[in-house]
């Protein structure tokens, strides 16, 4: 296989999930504000603070309201994690690679495409917003299903699961961190409703019902972050994508250095006592994992992408 194909294959699958767990976060925050009592509200910034592209929407916009974070995080081109960005990179990586992949998926991710800039005013609006985005969630979803069902599974295939497991591990780790520490003020009035925080963080990864189901107890802190971290069964689960991108890199060739990435984020999520960790605590351990997610996209590109092109400017 060509490194170039790969290599879109990647991102290909890195920029829908990309797009799909944005929507989420957008979901679940704005439907946040149904659960809380009068005078208790959610920010807008840990929404930006998730994606780290903090700076650039301070370039922009003049404070974190609601109607700035929407527009910044759905439809904003300078943003390369707004939605109308990602799917808008994801269609330009399929369409390099039309022969690779089914042609029903590139009629399913071009017309995505279509409809979330052509229905996007309504998005940005109040009234449309949820609408818009479950159709977004459910049209990156068939995606996934599509290329499960008709793609052939070769290395080709393995690239599109790394791509899409390393994004939807590092988005896991971002709304843990985030989401538990400053969703809701910091003030008293907030600890009341710690149960409602907790639950929005299920929520944003559709996790709610799976941990009734498998932990069988009430939503709370410590059993929250050892399922959305450490459990083997629920698919957007950090150790759940790090054992699947796994066995992706065991068919691959050249291997050895992702693997050893793979073994420090494994030991990682085996030794932490994610219930024990203070806020403090957890934040470290969560810039451990992203540290060690990134390594292993480093190792990835560097052994099996086309290195970066040189400008003369750099030369």
Same mark, same amino acid.
């Given at each position: 296989?060509? !490194?170039?194909?790969?290599?879109?294959?990647?991102?290909?699958?890195?920029?829908?999930?990309?797009?799909?767990?944005?929507?989420?976060?957008? #979901?679940?925050?704005?439907?946040?504000?149904?659960?809380?009592?009068?005078?208790?509200?959610?920010? $807008?910034?840990?929404?930006?603070?998730?994606?780290?592209?903090?700076?650039?929407?301070?370039?922009?916009?003049?404070?974190?309201?609601?109607?700035?974070?929407?527009?910044?995080?759905?439809?904003?081109?300078?943003?390369?994690?707004?939605?109308?960005?990602?799917?808008?990179?994801?269609?330009?990586?399929?369409?390099?690679?039309?022969?690779?992949?089914?042609?029903?998926?590139?009629?399913?991710?071009?017309?995505?495409?279509?409809?979330?800039?052509?229905?996007?005013?309504?998005?940005?609006?109040? #009234? /449309?917003?949820?609408?818009? &985005?479950?159709?977004?969630?459910?049209?990156?979803?068939?995606?996934? /299903?599509?290329?499960?069902? #008709?793609?052939?599974?070769?290395?080709?295939?393995?690239?599109?699961?790394? /791509?899409?497991?390393?994004?939807?591990?590092?988005?896991?780790?971002?709304?843990?961190?985030?989401? !538990?520490?400053?969703?809701?003020?910091?003030?008293?009035?907030?600890?009341?409703?710690?149960?409602?925080?907790?639950?929005?963080?299920?929520?944003?990864?559709?996790?709610?019902?799976?941990?009734?189901?498998?932990?069988?107890?009430?939503?709370? +802190?410590?059993?929250?972050? +050892?399922?959305?971290?450490?459990? %083997?069964?629920? %698919? +957007? !689960?950090?150790?759940?994508?790090?054992?699947?991108? +796994? *066995?992706?890199?065991?068919?691959?060739?050249?291997?050895? *250095? !992702? &693997?050893?990435?793979?073994?420090?984020?494994?030991?990682?999520?085996?030794?932490?006592?994610?219930?024990?960790?203070?806020?403090?605590?957890?934040?470290?351990?969560?810039?451990?994992?992203?540290?060690?997610?990134?390594?292993?996209?480093?190792?990835?590109?560097?052994? $099996?992408?086309?290195?970066?092109?040189? #400008?003369?400017?750099?030369?």
């Amino acid at each position: 296989m060509l !490194s170039r194909v790969a290599e879109n294959l990647y991102w290909l699958a890195r920029y829908v999930e990309r797009a799909e767990n944005t929507a989420r976060i957008v #979901t679940v925050n704005a439907n946040l504000l149904l659960d809380l009592p009068k005078g208790v509200a959610p920010g $807008w910034r840990p929404l930006v603070d998730i994606t780290g592209a903090n700076t650039l929407f301070e370039e922009h916009y003049k404070d974190y309201g609601e109607r700035q974070v929407v527009r910044f995080l759905l439809g904003d081109e300078r943003h390369s994690g707004s939605i109308i960005t990602a799917l808008a990179a994801a269609r330009e990586n399929c369409r390099t690679i039309r022969d690779i992949v089914p042609r029903e998926f590139w009629e399913q991710i071009n017309g995505l495409h279509l409809f979330a800039s052509g229905e996007l005013t309504k998005g940005l609006a109040k #009234t /449309g917003r949820h609408p818009y &985005l479950r159709e977004l969630v459910l049209r990156c979803q068939t995606l996934a /299903g599509l290329l499960d069902g #008709t793609m052939l599974h070769d290395q080709g295939f393995e690239f599109l699961r790394l /791509g899409r497991y390393l994004e939807r591990a590092d988005m896991t780790t971002r709304i843990a961190d985030v989401q !538990s520490a400053n969703l809701l003020p910091d003030a008293d009035g907030g600890r009341p409703y710690d149960n409602i925080q907790w639950v929005s963080v299920l929520k944003s990864m559709t996790a709610y019902q799976m941990y009734r189901r498998s932990e069988q107890i009430r939503v709370q +802190r410590g059993p929250v972050l +050892r399922f959305i971290f450490k459990s %083997p069964l629920f %698919p +957007r !689960s950090v150790r759940w994508c790090m054992e699947h991108a +796994r *066995s992706g890199l065991e068919r691959l060739p050249r291997n050895e *250095s !992702s &693997l050893r990435e793979m073994g420090r984020i494994a030991r990682l999520l085996d030794h932490a006592d994610l219930p024990a960790l203070s806020q403090f605590e957890l934040h470290d351990f969560v810039d451990d994992v992203q540290l060690g997610i990134a390594n292993l996209h480093s190792e990835i590109a560097a052994t $099996w992408f086309p290195p970066p092109l040189v #400008t003369e400017e750099a030369a």
